[in-house]
């Protein structure tokens, strides 16, 4: 008896000391999280920005430059319909691609998967350059159309993975069910995968949103016009023409990063249950 009760009060104090540790670690990551927007927060109301104390005297002059003079819901709605439309257009085309490599079988499917992978390790620097050749023959440079016929193809293997693990968790049985009942292979998808996939393509397009949102590189060099340009660029503007106004650019980088905040914020109970469902079967 004796033992048992020591057995059970080892096994208990274990087990508290494991949720102690698990405890501390997600505290630490919070910090770790939190801390870069907390101090950037702080300092926008600061004379001199730098550090986490409060300020002695609160500033505005950061925000009052970027809404006033620097116009900056004019670079948030540009960023905000270039992300969208690019977001939706990627999502729906890998969406096609990923069903199609999750629930049938034929020659050259795992060529598909292997080129979407393949794009993991393509870096921007290097198709920088065709790029902007292709939208000068287009007549798509400095147009937000172009920005948006670009970003849809970036972060594509990212949607593709999430979105087939996602269609490879969904019963066969169903689709068998809609072929009985005289569905073909585009009714099955667009009327029953797809309302069922509803969680694994809200993550996809949670995840393209925010590379999207918060693409630099692209739009710094295909933009040029400033009531095209999106807040990224923007921000890089900070380092040159206004980079003693670290208020302004402090003001501009949680104005940036409000909207993926209280995104995630909305949607993350939607994003773990995808990214657990579309672990089951990997």
């Not at 393509?201 to 949103?209: C, H, Q, S, V």
Request: proline share 4%; charged share 15%.
């Amino acid at each position: 008896m004796s033992k048992r009760k020591k057995n059970g009060e080892h096994s208990e104090g274990g087990s508290r000391g494991a949720k102690i540790f698990r405890y501390f670690i997600m505290l630490l990551v919070m910090i770790v999280s939190v801390y870069p927007i907390l101090w950037v927060f702080i300092s926008s109301f600061k004379k001199n920005p730098g550090g986490l104390s409060l300020p002695d005297e609160w500033i505005f002059d950061g925000y009052v430059t970027i809404f006033t003079k620097l116009d900056i819901q004019t670079y948030f709605i540009n960023s905000f319909i270039i992300t969208i439309i690019s977001t939706v257009i990627s999502v729906a085309i890998v969406a096609m691609a990923a069903y199609v490599v999750a629930r049938m079988k034929f020659f050259g499917r795992a060529l598909v998967t292997l080129m979407f992978s393949t794009t993991l390790f393509i870096p921007s620097v290097s198709i920088s350059f065709p790029i902007y050749r292709l939208l000068g023959d287009l007549g798509l440079k400095d147009t937000r159309a172009g920005v948006i016929f670009i970003y849809s193809g970036l972060g594509i293997a990212v949607t593709y993975f999430i979105l087939q693990s996602y269609f490879s968790t969904i019963p066969k049985e169903m689709e068998e069910a809609a072929k009985i009942d005289g569905c073909g292979y585009t009714g099955t998808f667009v009327r029953i995968i797809l309302p069922i996939a509803k969680p694994g393509l809200a993550t996809a397009g949670i995840m393209a949103f925010l590379n999207n949102w918060n693409e630099f590189y692209f739009a710094s060099i295909l933009l040029k016009s400033p009531e095209k340009m999106t807040i990224p660029a923007l921000l890089g503007q900070f380092t040159s023409a206004y980079s003693k106004n670290l208020n302004g650019m402090f003001s501009a980088i949680i104005v940036a990063v409000v909207p993926t905040i209280v995104i995630f914020c909305l949607l993350s109970e939607t994003f773990v249950k995808s990214l657990t469902a579309g672990a089951v079967k990997g």
